[in-house]
């Protein structure tokens, strides 16, 4: 699986990879906190409309089906068909078929003005090249005083404990700068919602941990890229993928990422 390829999930045909490592990143218990948070702060309440944004294959889409009950109606969009093909097929599994998935582009969204009271997306923004023009298709699919909740990361703030910093920095430098789209997003993104005339913005943060293998797999994988980009030599990367392998064997991988979560009030 590659970060990179989230940029264009509609060219990307075996996506069973992708479900795995999403999911095993869904676990992480930081990142479950902001979703809570980002549930009780962005309007989802029994008996609501909501839209799930770059909804994948609906992880979290089946558990806002559940706070808004039987008499809520609930959307999920993503621009990868076979994302959307697994999303229904786990919604029917868990008895919610009434889910609207569609395949659809963040930049037009496929509902009429004022549809929602909640719209909300989680690591998307920073695989887009305008991020401001999606912020305003959600402002006008949400009702007047609608709530959103964006949970994006930092992805300048990857980190993991290898000895050699200045190895770590290049190698995680070359993959913010080819992985995303919005390497720092959280920077701009209070300052893009006021411009846009959302209002009561609030942010909480979360230093997510990898869990010890998925930590291990992912820093060895950049590596890899950063190798096959000339970015660092072949020994260099024997020497990180060694000392990811050596903490990885003591259960001492300690892998972090900054996650932020932006909620504020549709005007």
Known sequence: MELRHFKAMNKVHDTAGYVAALEAFDSIPQLRELKVLARQRGGIVPGGSVLDVGCGFGLETLRLADEI?????IAGVDISPDFIAEARTR?????????????GDAHDLPFADGTFDSV????????LKDVS??????KRVLKPGGRLALIEP???????????????????????AVAVEQSWLPGPLAVALSAIGFND??????????????????????GV????????????LTEWQDDIDRLRDKDQVFATIGYFLFTATAP
């Open 69 to 73: 009950g039987s008499t809520g109606t």
């Open 91 to 103: 919604a029917e599994e868990a008895g919610a078929a009434a889910i609207d998935y569609q395949v």
């Open 120 to 127: 909300r997306a989680e690591r998307m923004l920073i695989y």
């Open 133 to 138: 023009s999606v912020l305003a298709e959600m």
């Open 154 to 176: 930092d992805f300048s703030t990857n980190t993991i404990n290898i000895g050699n910093r200045r190895l770590m920095r290049r190698i995680v430098d070359y993959e913010t």
């Open 201 to 222: 913005i609030e942010i909480a943060t979360r230093v997510l941990i990898f869990p010890q293998e998925l930590g291990a797999t992912y820093f060895k994988s950049i």
């Open 225 to 236: 890229h950063a190798q096959e980009a000339g970015v660092i030599s072949g020994v260099e």
